[in-house]
């Protein structure tokens, strides 16, 4: 019993730390870069970053059991309807270990742009995330424009700002 309760500990502790709510500015990927492209299994079929030439792409990799990702959700959504007609592309890319976490997520907070799944964590290994959520906005030529670690109402109004940039051909 105490073994089991150790490792659910270690698990919570592990999984605190990999969850950040503040900025962070160590990537893997260089601002100007080409993103990398993914394809992944979504909530309504494959997901895939190629298909979005020639959109500003938000691409937020983010996790259930992480609590500023619960607020970035809600956000994303906001963003995805606000600027959708201009042109803005949101895909969130979950890295629970089990998909059905995310299912459970999203069937309370449901979203209105494009989940893809990746269990095995390729992709944020990809995209050199440290952290949950981490973000990439992407512009409309491919190449990163931004990326931020974290999520708070402050960050929002923050990334908010770079995306109305991208889209207005700004950055």
């Known amino acids: 019993m105490k073994t089991i309760r150790w490792k659910k500990l270690r698990l919570l502790l592990l999984a605190s730390l990999f969850c950040f709510s503040v900025t962070g500015t160590s990537y893997a990927l260089e ?33 259930s059991w992480c609590g500023p990702c619960k607020q970035s959700l809600p956000w994303m959504n906001a963003m995805q309807d606000k600027y959708r007609s201009q042109g803005l592309q949101i895909i969130g890319v979950n890295v629970d270990a089990k998909s059905e976490d995310a299912r459970k997520f999203l069937a309370q907070t449901p979203a209105h742009f494009a989940v893809a799944f990746d269990p095995n964590g390729a992709t944020p290994r990809q995209y050199g995330v440290k952290g949950m959520p981490t973000s990439f906005l992407i512009g409309r030529n491919g190449k990163i ?12 109004e923050t990334l908010e700002k770079e995306i109305k940039a991208a889209l207005e051909g700004k950055k």
Do not use: C, E, R
């Open 145 to 156: 424009i931004f990326q931020h670690l974290g999520f708070n109402a402050a960050a929002g």
């Open 31 to 63: 601002t100007g870069s080409q993103a990398p492209d993914f394809q992944l299994p979504g909530a309504q079929g494959t997901v895939m970053l190629s298909k979005t030439a020639g959109s500003v792409v938000y691409v937020d990799f983010w996790a």
